[in-house]
């Protein structure tokens, strides 16, 4: 069993008036078997509270704690954390010209296991992880990102996740593009790896449509930097029904 702890977290960035808390002491716990879902409108700190966990160089974490299993996750470099089992799925993947997407699967692999994936087996699971996705063989051998449409930039995610084996899979919008097609596959391959009571996921999403392939155990409205109130899936319904006004309201 793995716990990610998050303890009233402050963020910052730069800005060109100075620095701009973005995240204003959020507290969440996240505990294998778990999945929770975290909704709120564009620009209330989502995709910080994100890439701030992951280990972003753009954040700064003014206070607050994140630990998982009781490590200290800040203390980390990000290959440690990913080391420690942390995933992030990236918004707005970015391209790698000139390393393929085999090289970089096993690349980083070898780097998180501390030995490389035997050859003769590892072909074959990534054929198979890749055809789970929805993605072609050949598939392995295009550059990373490079040319990918939004479908294929959140397959290829989905198989990162299903290769390197993490504890935690944090999803920063896995939603975002996709049409009914990809989105039905990336949700397949969520709730595949949701369904080992070893591993845990942090979905955040705008939108319910992915909700109703991928049920959460907890959903958080976050709201200009904070969570503004946790439920179950009821709660995610009440957001289709009526949106954030009530929350936004509240926060200013």
Do not use: C
Not at 3 to 26: M, R, W, Y
Not at 148 to 154: A, L
């Amino acid at each position: 069993m793995s716990t990610l702890e998050i303890k009233d977290l402050h963020v910052s960035v730069e800005t060109e008036d100075g620095p701009k808390e973005i995240l204003k002491g959020v507290t969440l716990t996240i505990t294998s078997g778990e999945v929770h879902a975290i909704m709120g409108p564009n620009g209330s700190g989502k995709s910080t509270l994100a890439y701030s966990i992951a280990g972003h160089p753009k954040y700064d974490i003014t206070s607050g704690s994140v630990t998982l299993d009781g490590e200290d996750v800040l203390a980390m470099s990000v290959d440690e954390r990913a080391r420690a089992g942390m995933f992030l799925a990236m918004q707005y993947p970015v391209e790698v010209p000139g390393v393929s997407v085999a090289n970089f699967l096993r690349t980083a692999k070898t780097a998180i296991d501390g030995e490389a994936p035997k050859l003769r087996t590892w072909v074959k699971d990534v054929n198979g992880t890749l055809e789970r996705a929805g993605l072609d063989p050949t598939f392995s051998q295009r550059n990373v990102n490079e040319g990918f449409s939004g479908g294929e930039k959140k397959r290829h995610e989905i198989a990162q996740l299903e290769l390197l084996d993490p504890k935690v899979a944090i999803l920063d919008e896995t939603d975002s593009g996709l049409d009914i097609d990809a989105l039905k596959v990336v949700s397949d391959g969520v709730n595949r790896f949701a369904e080992d009571d070893d591993k845990a996921v942090l979905l955040i999403t705008h939108y319910t449509r992915i909700l109703r392939y991928i049920t959460p155990d907890h959903v958080h409205v976050f709201v200009a930097g904070r969570i503004a109130e946790s439920g179950g899936p009821a709660l995610a319904d009440e957001l289709e029904a009526n949106g954030y006004e009530k929350y936004v309201g509240a926060a200013v």
